[in-house]
């Protein structure tokens, strides 16, 4: 290994060499949380399983947990404006203040759905839960009123984590998520404190107030670091009105996210086998997520907290390219050695005849994770730049990009099947990154001596 460092210092230079390693520490993970974190749903289902009647409690649990979360998403969503105002502790106050307002709007709504028959509206008229199962969807609701808290615990100490660039305690904290989940997994649904897909939502609430506490931990030593330090001379300290203008379009974008599967599963479901076709996907869909995850975000939260200057912007553009694409190659890999085949019928339990096409959907969407990279680049910069509105334009035009054309390929090329899924996919990602592209420009060496927001 030293030998392999010398080798690189030698063609690449110290610092570059230096840079790289800095990105790698907080890059590999972040990447690594995030991909534990997308695989804790199955802990959930294990414990959804053991419920009395488990096919009720599935259905109820994920569909109120999705809605709910997606409700929740804003203050999940400003762990973004933690990050990027957290570099003065003027600024990271005023980022505090209006992360607590987000989350008391939020909590107000939740109460709203949870105690008025604006719940029934929402999950029943709106959302299609039946009736029969609207009371087990109710008992999510109610128990996810601890959302608010529970997410502004985890935003705030995991901003504090990223900026001292400690984001390896971050998977620490997911490690003891996971564990907790299991643990609960295992022993909750037998102790009858909560029944139904009210278990679920135990399991998930409380592993994630696991994490917070573990965060928190973690975070609170490094907090006057933050909180004392100064803005620079050619940067001003953020307002309040400043990280509203800040945070707004990512909700918006993170809102729209959301839409991403629900739209390429209606187009699925007017092909000529919708359930097959749903099945392959969605299935397909958990493989690829993982990969997917461990590039969204986190590499652009990368470039809010570690570009500094053009060299290392440049560091930042390799490594996350490599990063990015050897992520793809990794999912291409998976592939064609025949090992999700393995996976999909020994793990997952897919039925053999479901296995060719499921192949045939994780290879298109190989090249998400490398896509993605390139768009992940450009985000960061919008956020250093403090221009979020282009980031909410590109996410509505990635919609409709991805809407035009699942819609047009699973009625004009029914012999897609489910290959009309990941094909909209990469196409609204490629429309958001050109757009990002055209619009967000790569730091230059005036705009790096300008400083400020100009970086």
Not at 281 to 289: H, K
Request: charged share 15%; glycine share 6%; with cysteine.
């Amino acid at each position: 290994m030293r030998i392999l460092q010398e080798m690189l210092a030698n063609r690449w230079g110290q610092d570059e060499m230096e840079r790289t390693s800095a990105i790698l520490r907080f890059q590999l993970p972040l990447g690594a949380t995030a991909v534990l974190m997308a695989s804790s749903f199955s802990i959930m289902n294990t414990g959804l399983a053991r419920t009395d009647h488990p096919e009720v409690a599935l259905a109820a649990f994920a569909l109120g947990q999705t809605v709910t979360n997606m409700f929740a998403s804003p203050v999940w969503i400003a762990r973004q404006l933690l990050v990027a105002f957290s570099s003065d502790g003027q600024s990271m106050r005023a980022a505090v203040r209006v992360t607590v307002g987000i989350a008391g709007l939020v909590l107000a709504w939740l109460a709203v759905l949870a105690f008025t028959p604006a719940g029934h509206l929402v999950y029943v008229r709106i959302f299609g839960a039946g009736e029969e199962i609207f009371p087990e969807v109710l008992s999510v609701v109610r128990l996810c009123l601890a959302l608010p808290f529970v997410h502004f615990a985890r935003v705030w100490s995991q901003a504090i984590l990223m900026r001292q660039r400690k984001t390896s305690l971050m998977t620490w904290a997911m490690i003891a998520r996971l564990a907790a989940m299991a643990a609960l997994a295992v022993y909750l649904p037998g102790f009858n404190l909560v029944q139904g897909a009210a278990v679920g939502a135990a399991i998930w609430i409380m592993g994630m107030a696991v994490e917070s506490i573990f965060c928190i931990t973690f975070a609170l030593p490094m907090r006057d670091e933050v909180y004392d330090s100064t803005p620079s001379e050619k940067e001003d300290p953020a307002t309040g009105w400043d990280c509203i203008r800040f945070l707004w379009p990512l909700i918006i974008q993170g809102i729209l996210l959301t839409f991403a599967l629900p739209a390429i599963n209606s187009g699925l479901a007017r092909t000529a086998t919708p359930e097959r076709n749903l099945a392959v996907f969605q299935v397909a869909w958990s493989i690829a997520f993982l990969f997917i995850a461990f590039i969204y975000v986190n590499l652009s939260q990368a470039i809010v907290v570690l570009l500094e200057d053009l060299a290392w912007w440049r560091s930042l553009k390799r490594t996350g390219l490599w990063l990015a694409g050897l992520d793809s190659a990794a999912m291409l890999l998976l592939v064609l050695s025949g090992l999700s085949d393995w996976i999909l019928l020994n793990i997952i339990g897919v039925e053999a005849h479901l296995v060719p096409p499921t192949r045939s959907v994780l290879l298109v969407m190989s090249a998400a994770p490398l896509l993605g990279g390139l768009v992940e680049l450009r985000m960061g910069l919008a956020m250093r730049r403090q221009q979020t509105v282009l980031l909410a334009v590109a996410k509505s035009i990635d919609m409709m990009v991805l809407l035009t054309v699942i819609i047009i390929l699973s009625t004009a090329f029914p012999a897609l099947g489910p290959n009309a899924g990941p094909l909209a996919f990469i196409a609204g990602m490629m429309a958001n990154y050109l757009f990002l592209r055209r619009k967000i420009r790569e730091p230059t060496e005036a705009a790096m001596r300008a400083g400020g927001s100009n970086i």
